[in-house]
């Protein structure tokens, strides 16, 4: 932790850059112009970074010591669509991108992009019209099956349509249609990774303007295909030995966590994180006087998950901003936005957790880590009976 009173986030930049990039459609597979927006930011705080193939930002915060180092990771993907089929009557059926209900789907504008324009529609339901279909409308099954894209052009058939250059596999961003209250709620789709996205580049630009070293080097990484899986599995340097994913907290019932407040996920379904970082993590909101929560995500993936899959021996914690609807008409708070970026920082600012992950090949038992305590190791209640005294009875 830095010596000094930690600096303010500035909520303004924060605010702005959530809504500059909600205004960028990035559903995965088609993120290049959010990766260009993050790369000027970048540039602006004077962060150098990299670019891999397929478009992951990796940026470099140098610190006294260069290894172990350590990644955050935020992406910059989006959950979508593409056209599956271009129908007889000019409709159009949708594919999902990412994993989604066609319920939060129904009734939203979108922009679909064709190889060389944009064309602008509404998803609707396959009974749309409450006047022809009356009760009908309330029977049909919630599936992508039946919604389709109603595009604003002159299309009676499909020969219409293939003559706008409308194409299977064209991409179809959903608005996001932003509204930030006076309350302090922020209501808009994809939230999910971009307040995340925000709440970084605020935390990165607190560390800029503090003047303040950074004990190890940090990796933030901005990536392209969390919402399919992949994320950050190709993207992290071989000797970060510590990994936070930065995502959204699902509030909901059965949940442990509120809009207002920061996640610390134990578990998701890949299963648990890091028992040492999630616990530096803990301790470090409770030095920073942030009030936190520990959760449990059920149906859920991150980056840090696909970067285990993908083999790398690090350690995984999950920071998440507190939203309610995820995956559909998302709501976060300013204050969990701001305490986020506060978490971020003091973490930034703290020593690796072990000092000996510098080195995993010469690791040795005298400086693994140790989850129980010696006098904590707890005897059972109901002792097993000495062998002879069984045998003895047998007789």
Same mark, same amino acid.
């Given at each position: ?137 309330? %029977?049909?099954?919630? +599936? ?6 109603? $595009? &604003?052009?002159?299309?009676?058939? /499909? =020969?219409?349509? #293939? ?15 932003? %509204?930030?209250?006076? +309350? ?6 994809? $939230? &999910?990774?971009?307040?995340?996205? /925000? =709440?970084?580049? #605020? ?193």
């Amino acid at each position: 932790m830095p010596a000094q009173p930690m600096p303010a986030v500035d909520l303004d930049y924060l605010q702005r850059v959530l809504l500059e990039t909600l205004a960028i459609p990035s559903p995965t597979g088609f993120t290049d112009t959010l990766v260009r927006y993050v790369a000027e930011r970048l540039d602006e705080l004077g962060v150098p970074y990299e670019l891999t193939r397929r478009g992951t930002l990796r940026a470099t915060l140098k610190g006294r010591q260069a290894s172990p180092d350590r990644a955050i990771a935020v992406h910059l993907d989006t959950i979508g669509a593409c056209v599956r089929e271009i129908k007889a009557n000019g409709r159009l059926s949708l594919a999902p991108v990412g994993c989604w209900s066609s319920r939060f789907a129904e009734g939203s504008r979108v922009s679909l992009f064709t190889d060389h324009t944009v064309l602008r529609g509404s998803v609707l339901p396959l009974l749309a019209s409450g006047h022809a279909f009356n009760t009908q409308v309330d %029977e049909l099954p919630v +599936s992508w099956d039946n919604v389709e894209l109603r $595009l &604003d052009a002159n299309i009676d058939n /499909a =020969a219409d349509a #293939a003559a706008l250059g409308i194409a299977v596999g064209d991409v179809v961003a959903f608005d996001p249609l932003p %509204e930030f209250s006076d +309350s302090g709620h922020i209501s808009s789709r994809h $939230l &999910d990774d971009k307040a995340g996205v /925000a =709440a970084l580049l #605020a935390a990165i630009k607190m560390h800029q303007e503090s003047g303040l070293a950074l004990p190890i080097d940090c990796h933030p990484l901005f990536t392209v295909t969390e919402e399919i899986g992949s994320g950050a599995a190709g993207a992290l340097p071989w000797d970060v030995s510590e990994f936070v994913g930065i995502d959204i907290a699902p509030v909901a019932e059965g949940q442990n966590s509120a809009e207002r407040q920061v996640s610390i996920a134990m578990q998701d379904s890949g299963g648990p994180y890091d028992y040492h970082l999630s616990r530096h993590l803990l301790r470090l909101a409770e030095r920073s006087g942030l009030n936190v929560r520990r959760d449990v995500f059920r149906y859920y993936h991150s980056d840090a998950q696909s970067a285990v899959t993908a083999g790398h021996d690090i350690r995984t914690a999950l920071l998440a901003f507190g939203c309610d609807a995820t995956h559909g008409y998302e709501r976060t708070h300013i204050d969990s936005l701001r305490d986020l970026s506060q978490l971020l920082f003091a973490y930034l600012h703290s020593d690796p957790v072990f000092a000996s992950d510098a080195a995993p090949a010469e690791a040795s038992l005298a400086t693994f880590a140790q989850q129980l305590e010696g006098d904590a190791q707890m005897a059972n209640d109901t002792q097993v009976p000495p062998l002879t005294e069984v045998l003895g009875k047998q007789r």
